[in-house]
Structures are given as C-alpha cells and as structure tokens.
C-alpha cells in the first residue's frame, strides 16, 4: 500500500548540518566544500588514529555496549556477560604477568623436534582463535566451497606476519626493519627470555621468509586465482614436509576426521609449498622463538602496563601515529563482543533498534533493487544473455537487516566463564569455543542463516558465496539512517538515500564488481559472461583503475588496482541510489515542495553522501591505509564517484573549467 505523507525533518537529520557557507566551491571539491566546517573543527581523539563518521557512530555503539556490559557486573557467578566482562574490567592483580601464559610457553619449551613444533602450532591456532588476526605461519578458516556454495569446508590462507602485509618486509619499508626487530627484543626482555636479541632476529627472519612467498594484496582479488582445493590424501602426499595429521592432533581433531574428512581449501596457490618448506628450513630453536612471539605479542595487551606500553609504541605510536592508548575497558568489550557477539548483539537491537526501521530499509533495498534491475535492462554494453543471468542474481538475492533470525546459544553449548581468574584465561575459554564452533561446521551444509558480523557492528557486506547483502543494526543509525517517527514518517528521505542509500547500492554492486561478477546466482564461482560482455565489462573497470591511480593524499598515490572493486561499487551505490531517490520523489511529489535547508533535495542527497565518508587521518596511518586497505580515502570515496555522475553535474551546475569537471569521454559508467 503507498502512503502519502508531509515531511516534518527529525533532530537527527538536521544533526547532519545545515548548508552553510563555506569557502571552497562545491564544482572545485565536492568533499572539502561539504565538510569544511567539520574538518576544520574536528581534531582526532588522542587513542584513535583516524576520525570518521564511522568512528562516532561507533564510539556511540561501543558505549552503548559498556552501559549494558555495566549493567551485568551485578550479576551471580554463573552469568556470561557478568563473569566473562567482570574478570576483564576488574582484573585480578598478579605478580607474575606472565601467569596466564606459563602452561602455553611450557609447551614451547618442551618442543624437541619439527613434529612437536607443528604441534604446538595447532594448539596455538586452536586457543588465540580470532584473538588476532594474524596468525602463526598460516591461518584456518571455515568457508564455502566457491565452486559449490552449498558446501563449507576447512580453508587454509597466508597469514604468519607481525607486520600488517608482505609490502613491509620490502626494501621499500627497510626503515622499519631494526625498529620491529627492536621491538620484538624489548617484549623478549620484558618477558625474562635469554638471550632476547638472538630470539628477535630468528623471528625476523622466519616472517622474512614467510612474507617472500605472500601473494600481494591486489594480486588476491583474483578470485580464480585464490580459488585452489586439494583431497586431504593428497595434501599429504604431495605436501610429506608438513606433518598434516599431528597438525591435526594439535587441533584436537581426534574424535573427527582431519578437517571434517572433506577437500581443503587454499587461497595463495603456492602457501602449502611456502608451509613446508618453511617448517623444514629453520631450526627448532627459530620456531619456539617465533611461536613465543606470536603468544606473546597477541595477548600483550592483557599482560600489564609493561607489556602494554611496549605493544602500544611500536604498533600504535610508531607505525600509526596513535597519540596514546585506548582505555582498557573498550578492548574488553571489543573481545566481548568478538566472542559473543550473539549474546551483545540481541541486547543492542533491544534497546536500538525498532521494527519500524527494518521495514523501512527493506523497502529501501527494494528500491534499490528496482534502480539496478532497470539500469541492467537498459544497459548497451550487455547482452541479453548476460542480462537475463544477472536480473536472475538479482532475483536471488538474500538481503539481511538488522540482526540474525537465529541466535547462537553460548550456554547451550557449554560455554561458561570464571570472573575469579585472570581475564586471558577466559579469552582462551572463549576462543577455543569459537575455534569448535567453526570446525564443526567443516565438510557439512552451507548454513546461510549465519551472520559474518554482530548486529551491532558500524558496516554492512556483500557475500559472494551466499549472494546476499547484509546490513547490521549497528550501521542503521544517524548520520547514515533517521528512522521514521511519528513526527517524520518517512524519516529524512533525501539524507537516507545520500546516506545508507548509497551503502545498500555500494553491497548491492559488489555483486557485480571486478570479483562479484565471476559468481552466479547461487553463489557460486562460474563464467557466466560472453566474452564481450566480459571484455566490456574490464575495459572500464581498467578506467575506474586509472582514475583512481591518478589520485594522491598526503603525497601518496593510490593503488588503483587494490581499491578497484570498492571504487566500482561506490560509482555504482551513489548512482543507483540517486536513480532510486528521484523515483522516491516522484512518487511524493508533495514531500518537498520547496528548498530546505538552503538546498534541493538532489543537492541535500550529494551533501548527505559527502558527509558519510568524512574522515581525518593521521599520516603514519593514511601511508598504512594506502598500501593495505581496498578502500579509497574519504575524500575520493566522495569527489571520484561524484566526477563521473551527470546527475551530480546538473545537480550543482558543474561546468568545464570546474575542478570536479571530466570531459564526457572520461567518465566512467559501468552500472
């Protein structure tokens, strides 16, 4: 049923700032005239390395969290939340920091031969699950078969580095060499190990090797690249340098076939050589070094003010420009809500999100749906063939919004905390149930019901596997969403659109982006695409690539080639939310009958969409982002889309000469 109503603007959207005058055209640049004024009064909180319209929200989010977390310290022993948050935010004092990891290193000590060693590997994959993301020599995951989505299997991908990728073990990044070994020697000192430079260096040197055999980031988007499988008996055979069944005795896989009994999967084609040859090159004495140093350095933050201060100088204040530390009770609650996001998550919908607002974003996906459903019929570059198979994805797709219908039951499955002890050996509890909890699902049906991220989480994603977009709870707040009131039934149309808008049309493109595309209906991993339409389809995609290789912040060039897909996807949110918002418009012709806030709605839509990707950056951290994250900066997240749009043109009367002016055989459109 439609409904007709008059537009009574909320608090919340008018929080999204009037038009004022600001001292940059907005056809000069579109970001800086938008977020002038917050640029120039916005400073970065000392703990945080960057500040977004992401980072308030989840600053929100995350206090939202502790009232409720506060509110559980009352609790009798017994209760998850009270005992797994009490042992963290009120932890028991001891003498010896190392206590909770004595059991754990005893075990490194005793290794005597390369069997013990992947032994001891398993156990610490197994316990430190998901506690970083970074994991010795290689990581386990649980995924969906690519080429046969309804099947999940064991996954093993390229991981085992300190530093945060294979870029930083160049010569390009020689000035962080000696400050990393450094580093790794004063956490060997603070630790009481023997000869803790000698330590340093053999840890240097196996990442060193471990990093040559990386494949670099934008290399992996090659999903048929990244797309390998291999019989377990094989693996064996083929692989005799690593001892697979003790690796899987060390998970603690005895009363379950190694891996669930089915194929593996790889991502970097040559990791299981780079895993045997790696394990058989260094000494045992390199390894019980390395695996200290993992156990160490991942739990540093949780061992007391010196191991901390150590952790945050080097990986904080000299790598990312952090000015000081976060305060400890927000890294409890972010291993809190690593380990039972479920538990948090229903608690957080409870108090912040209500029914009205899932139904709206519903029908906004809907809309959004419509715009690309359209925007694929009339396209002149595809197909009909390819166009039918891509409305049919479309038709399939599984949209989420707002939390899981079902919710993990932690207790059900045994899970129980002690608030006496120190909070690492909760951590641990927590981790090896989660480990267990992904193991069992190796080798069985795709449960497509499960979320890859809480439901109080500040993001959303596309899943090429199950071919469904996701939009947690946490994200479908102001200043990217106002939900309907009694007041504003409708919210703040033109903000919601040039807001969470143009998100639900970024994930929805994702489907069609440089590696969505290569997947099918039913998310699974196929060519589905004439040559052509393919070939078409790279052509621009090489432009988008180019443009953005153009682009610079702070003096560093963008990667074009590692941000492409997301790049294509924010081209293709803004445009297909904006098709989608005159459309809105036309039908509620009435809703804005005249200028508000000193600006049309078309203009108010570009202005909400410039606001979301706001940022400010300190250096160490932009020359981090740049060379690892698949993400643009803010600024041309905003003014690149924005220069290829028509739309954004007429919008703001952009004409040649006008620095966000490209010439029409420039422009990019692919969606």
Not at 239 to 255: K, N, S
Not at 658 to 671: C, F, G, L, N
Request: net charge positive; aromatic share 12%; with cysteine.
């Amino acid at each position: 049923m439609l409904r007709r109503y008059g537009l009574f603007l909320c608090s919340a959207s008018i929080a999204l700032g009037t038009t004022k005058a600001s001292s940059v055209k907005p056809t000069d640049n579109f970001y800086l005239h938008a977020n002038e004024e917050w640029l120039n009064k916005t400073t970065i909180p000392s703990d945080y390395t960057s500040w977004t319209s992401y980072s308030e929200l989840s600053r929100q989010n995350m206090l939202t969290l502790k009232e409720i977390l506060d509110g559980y310290l009352d609790k009798p022993a017994g209760d998850l939340l009270g005992d797994f948050y009490g042992s963290g935010i009120q932890p028991k004092a001891l003498l010896d920091p190392l206590e909770p990891l004595r059991g754990q290193l005893k075990t490194i000590d005793s290794i005597g031969n390369k069997d013990d060693v992947v032994k001891a590997l398993a156990a610490l994959h197994r316990e430190q699950h998901a506690i970083r993301s970074a994991r010795p020599l290689f990581k386990l995951d649980v995924e969906a078969d690519s080429k046969n989505s309804n099947v999940t299997l064991a996954s093993i991908n390229q991981s085992g580095l300190g530093l945060p990728g294979k870029k930083y073990y160049s010569d390009t990044k020689a000035s962080i060499h000696k400050p990393y070994q450094k580093h790794i020697q004063n956490m060997f000192q603070i630790a009481g190990f023997l000869e803790p430079e000698k330590q340093a260096n053999m840890v240097f040197e196996v990442e060193m090797h471990i990093s040559k055999g990386w494949v670099p980031k934008e290399v992996m988007r090659d999903v048929q690249l990244t797309y390998n499988k291999i019989s377990l008996e094989k693996l064996k055979a083929t692989f005799p340098g690593f001892p697979w069944q003790h690796y899987c005795d060390g998970l603690g896989l005895r009363e379950w076939k190694c891996f669930g009994g089915g194929d593996v999967l790889y991502d970097n084609p040559s990791i299981l050589k780079l895993i045997s040859d790696t394990l058989q090159k260094f000494s045992v004495e390199h390894w019980k070094s390395y695996l200290r140093w993992f156990l160490i350095s991942s739990n540093s933050r949780h061992l007391g003010k010196q191991f901390s201060d150590e952790n945050f100088q080097f990986f904080g204040k000299y790598l990312r420009g952090q000015q000081s530390p976060k305060p400890y009770w927000k890294l409890v609650i972010s291993e809190i809500s690593r380990y039972l996001p479920d538990l948090l998550g229903q608690l957080y919908v409870k108090r912040s999100f209500s029914p009205a607002a899932k139904i709206q974003i519903h029908e906004l996906v809907d809309d959004l749906l419509l715009a690309i459903t359209n925007r694929i019929k009339k396209l002149n570059w595809m197909s009909t063939n390819t166009k039918l198979l891509a409305l049919e994805k479309i038709n399939m797709l599984n949209v989420k919004v707002g939390y899981p219908d079902v919710w993990i039951d932690y207790k059900a499955e045994g899970l129980s905390f002690d608030r006496g002890v120190h909070f690492i050996r909760n951590l641990r509890k927590a981790a090896t149930a989660d480990f267990y909890r992904d193991l069992r699902r190796m080798n069985t049906s795709t449960d497509k019901r499960r979320w890859e991220m809480p439901a109080f989480a500040v993001n959303a994603y596309y899943s090429p596997n199950h071919n469904e977009i996701v939009f947690p709870a946490g994200i479908l707040q102001p200043p990217f969403y106002s939900s309907p009131t009694d007041k504003a039934p409708f919210g703040d149309p033109a903000a919601n659109f040039g807001g969470i808008g143009t998100i639900i049309g970024h994930e929805i493109t994702h489907a069609f982006d440089d590696q969505g595309r290569k997947y099918g209906p039913e998310g699974n991993l196929e060519d589905w695409w004439t040559k052509r339409d393919a070939e078409m389809f790279t052509a621009s995609a090489k432009d988008i690539v180019d443009q953005f290789n153009q682009y610079k912040l702070k003096g560093i060039r963008l990667n074009g080639n590692l941000t492409q897909g997301e790049n294509i996807a924010d081209l293709g949110g803004v445009k297909l939310s904006f098709v989608a918002f005159k459309e809105w418009l036309k039908r509620h012709p009435n809703v804005y009958s005249k200028e508000t806030r000193g600006a049309t709605p078309e203009q108010q839509f570009f202005y909400a969409y410039a606001r979301i990707w706001r940022n400010l950056l300190r250096d160490k951290e932009a020359s981090l982002r740049i060379s690892t994250n698949v993400h643009s900066p803010g600024l041309w997240r905003v003014n690149g889309p924005l220069s290829n749009l028509p739309e954004f043109y007429s919008a703001f009367n952009v004409k040649p000469g006008d620095k966000m002016w490209r010439s029409e055989e420039d422009r990019v459109e692919i969606w």
